[in-house]
């Protein structure tokens, strides 16, 4: 069973002030390489349209998970953050 917490996390965000702090959280973790960004693939998934990244960060592809973020936020128009 989901708790409340977990619920709200897998459901879709329409929340631009959300959406717009995971992509800021997740991108230094990319350009890292770091495996920490594991721990937020529930975070990414409740962006609409990050199915991509969403593989990227799960197949460990940094390079290519970077410039998803960047054509996710370009499509978000979040692209001058």
């Known amino acids: ?3 409340k917490d977990s619920a709200e996390t ?3 965000t329409n929340d ?3 959406i717009r702090e ?3 959280k997740l991108e230094p973790i990319l350009k890292q390489h770091s495996t920490e960004c594991m721990n937020m693939l529930d975070e990414i998934r409740s962006i609409p349209g990050s199915e991509e990244l969403v593989r990227c960060v799960d197949e460990f ?3 290519k998970a970077i410039t998803e973020l960047l054509t996710l936020k ?3 128009n979040m692209n001058n953050e």
Do not use: G, Y
């Open 1 to 3: 069973m989901l708790n």
């Open 74 to 76: 370009e499509r978000l």
């Open 61 to 63: 592809e940094f390079k």
């Open 10 to 12: 897998l459901s879709a």
């Open 22 to 24: 995971i992509l800021t």
């Open 16 to 18: 631009d002030t959300k």
